[in-house]
């Protein structure tokens, strides 16, 4: 561990002609010290995400795709994914972004692992099928849920097949990837500036507005892009929870699946869609930070 | 040592697991049933994969060990899923033998290019009941009761089989159900009223006889507008012919007829 640091650091403060040197390889792609090897499988792992898109592409009913993409469920789907999207992503910020930032710098002195263990159950959503936490969700939330059966009696309010219902589902699946980028982003930046801006006589929330959000800013966008496209792309907690209704919780992706049913070149076109609006985000929306050039 | 022994445990069950598959493979005219001393069904013996609607899981898992232990050697598989998604993947190559649908249009998408052997043969009829929760606290009677603002109803999408035909009987019945959800299959409608999310949700009679007492059934005049008919046919890509006329004539005959009414079917 030291010894690589040191290597590294080695490196970065070589001598000027080797540095260039070595940043104009970098430039040119020559791959310093890349075993050539590993071209055969990164070439194949790109195929494998590329092609089936391709296999899209070439379905396509490119004739039929302007009526297709402009039916009333198309464009109601399409508004609901963008709306809910919108308001699971900021969900995930408000909420998700201070609990990045607890993980990452918070300290429980009396109990070490309790970070940890938060963190192991933060983490979930990332490896349950999104399924499990739709079940998860109808039986917490729903008719005879621990919280459902409460708010239903003491309120009237019941949240299954509600837009609600939809927003909580992308929440809960999306949030992790914020809390991931983030948390990462705030252990990269370290806390020497904060502490610098403490000595001079800044209050924590002074030296975090001032300090820490500007340096985990990419890390921050790079989290949100990811949360966004999470939302968009969302399936199975939505289905388990939220039902399907036009224009209520049928977003893009339920639409797709239910359109796959009876007429292939419509799922097609709206897969396509899909795929536009994905890489529109990625696109538009990545940081820097993603492009390893930091 | 004890890792060891489990090592060596493990390793014995694999070997004998892969000796069973070698002899299952060996099949053909071989000795799988040269102890039932019945050279024909030997002959006959092997897998068999057979694609079925969803709503035929318990009916033809139940089938399956009977067909299995009256025919030595046999080992059926199922894929079991919405018809149209089966249908979809005959059409595509899937590798399958016997294929049985929940409906007549799907079994067309099959039969139209010309992938089974002979005409499809109806073996069941399935039709749609009101599933509420066990005794009825909402006191549903009718697709009519449906239409009440303070009930939550949950159908199927008209895309879906259950969906066209909930279509059909609301038409009969001259009713809009205001469902809160139109769900992609069945059994997630069934859930969503065993779950207590709903408070009724139209399925099939044998969703609700599966169901095992979780959810009731009320019946209503306009089901007979939209009767399913189940038809099943061996397809042209089997590779034991013979085998999947004999599941066919088995689902068909008395022994199916038993098996699938007990579930709630009825015969066509």
């Known amino acids: 561990m030291t010894a690589a640091r040191t290597g590294l650091g080695d490196l970065e403060e070589a001598p000027g002609p080797g540095r260039r040197r070595e940043r104009a ?29 391709f296999g899209l592409l070439w379905e396509a009913d490119w004739a039929e795709m302007p009526s297709l993409l402009t039916s009333p469920a198309a464009l109601s789907a399409l508004r609901l994914s963008l ?31 309790l970070m940890r263990a938060i963190r192991s159950i933060v983490l979930l959503p990332l490896v349950l099928p999104p399924v499990v936490g739709g079940l998860a969700l109808l039986f917490l939330l729903g008719a005879r849920g621990l919280v459902g059966q409460g708010l239903n009696t003491a309120f009237g309010i019941f949240i299954p097949f509600t837009t609600i219902a939809v927003i909580l589902a992308q929440t809960f699946v999306a949030m992790p990837f914020l809390i991931v980028a983030l948390e990462g982003a705030l252990r990269t930046a370290g806390e020497r500036y904060e502490a610098t801006a403490a000595t001079l006589g800044a209050s924590p929330a ?40 036009e224009g209520t919780t049928r977003t893009l992706p339920l639409l797709v699946y239910l359109q796959g049913e009876t007429d292939i070149a419509g799922a097609v076109a709206l897969s396509l869609l899909l795929v536009v609006v994905s890489l529109i985000v990625i696109v538009v929306g990545r940081p820097r930070g993603t492009d390893g050039q930091r | 040592m004890n890792t060891r022994s489990a090592y060596r445990a493990a390793g014995a069950v694999v070997s004998a697991a892969a000796l069973g598959l070698l002899a299952a493979c060996g099949g053909g005219g071989g000795d799988a049933g040269g102890e039932a001393g019945q050279g024909d069904q030997a002959q006959a013996g092997g897998p068999l994969t057979v694609f079925a609607a969803a709503s035929l899981t318990g009916t033809f898992e139940e089938l399956e060990r009977e067909f299995e232990a009256a025919n030595p050697g046999t080992d059926v598989t199922f894929n079991f899923a919405g018809s149209s998604t089966l249908a979809q993947q005959i059409t595509q190559g899937a590798p399958a033998d016997v294929f049985a649908s929940a409906d007549q249009s799907n079994m ?18 399935n039709t749609l009941q009101i599933a509420v929760a066990p005794q009825n606290p909402k006191d549903v009677t009718s697709l009519e009761t449906l239409t009440q603002p303070d009930l ?43 779950t207590g999310n709903a408070d009724a949700g ?67």
């Open chain 1, 25 to 53: 390889a970098d430039r040119h792609g020559t791959g310093v010290g890349l075993p050539a090897w590993m071209w055969f499988p990164a070439a194949l792992g790109f195929l494998l995400i590329a092609l089936p898109v």
């Open chain 1, 83 to 113: 709306l809910t999207a919108a308001v699971s992503t900021t969900l995930c910020l408000l909420f998700g972004g201070p609990l990045a930032v607890v993980l990452a710098r918070g300290r429980i002195n009396r109990f070490p692992g």
């Open chain 1, 206 to 245: 002074l030296a975090f507005r001032r300090v820490t959000v500007p340096l985990v800013l990419p890390g921050l966008a790079s989290g949100l892009v990811l949360a966004f496209a999470r939302c968009m792309g969302e399936f199975g907690a939505t289905i388990a929870f939220a039902g399907s209704l």
């Open chain 2, 108 to 125: 067309d998408k099959v039969t139209e290019p010309e992938l089974t052997e002979g005409e499809p043969t109806l073996f069941a009829t």
């Open chain 2, 152 to 194: 939550r109803t949950v159908i199927c999408a008209p895309q879906v089989p259950c969906g066209a035909a909930t279509e059909r009987v609301e038409q009969a019945a001259g009713v809009d159900i205001p469902a809160v959800s139109e769900e992609q299959d069945v059994k997630a409608v069934l859930q969503k009223v065993q």
């Open chain 2, 202 to 268: 139209l399925v099939y009679k044998t969703d609700v006889a599966a169901s095992g007492g979780q959810v009731e059934g009320v019946d209503f005049p306009q089901a007979s507008e939209a009767v399913n008919d189940y038809p099943i046919a061996v397809l042209k890509s089997t590779r034991n012919a013979e085998l999947a006329q004999r599941w066919v004539e088995f689902v068909t005959g008395d022994e199916g007829k038993r098996v699938l009414e007990a579930a709630g079917f009825g015969s066509p």
